[in-house]
């Protein structure tokens, strides 16, 4: 169980998932608690190759994100790293956010679901490597 500076509470279990989707889960929990809305496309067959594990948005917030998940470990596969790559060009303009975040990001992440800031971004940036 897990307080969000007295606003939320919710099971996050272990934050070094070894499963990707166990992973997933605890994002989805905590996001839900910000008011986040999700898509995650659980056939990836039906969705070009590449294409990042979540779409998010928030309208009160009026932001939109795309989200690529990775174990702490987990390796990217070439045209993940391309799709990421170009949506991050794009989202220069577009005025959305992507990210790929990894379970020892675990409070940046939250950081980011209540409230985004360019020093959470840079942290985040650099946790990324």
């Known amino acids: 169980m897990v307080t969000i500076d007295g606003e ?12 990707e989707k166990d992973f997933q889960k605890h994002v989805l929990e905590v996001a839900e ?9 659980t056939d990836s067959t039906k969705s070009k190759a590449g294409f990042p594990d979540l779409v998010m948005w928030n309208t009160e917030a009026s932001r939109l994100l795309i989200v690529e ?3 702490d470990k987990g390796r ?7 799709v990421i790559d170009e949506l ?8 959305f956010e992507v990210y790929v975040w990894r379970p020892k990001q675990w ?3 939250v ?11 840079n942290k985040l940036k650099e946790t990324e490597k």
Not at 76 to 82: G, L, N, V, Y
Not at 88 to 95: C, P, W
Not at 111 to 121: A, E, G, H, R, T
Request: net charge positive; aromatic share 16%; glycine share 6%.
């Open 76 to 82: 990217f596969r070439k045209r993940q790293k391309e």
């Open 33 to 41: 608690t910000f008011g986040w809305e999700w898509h995650h496309e």
């Open 107 to 109: 409070d940046l992440i």
């Open 111 to 121: 950081q980011i679901l209540k409230v985004f800031s360019y020093d959470v971004f």
């Open 8 to 19: 939320a509470s919710v099971v996050v279990g272990n934050h070094r998932d070894r499963l």
């Open 69 to 71: 998940l990775k174990t």
């Open 88 to 95: 991050r060009y794009i989202s220069q303009v577009a005025g």
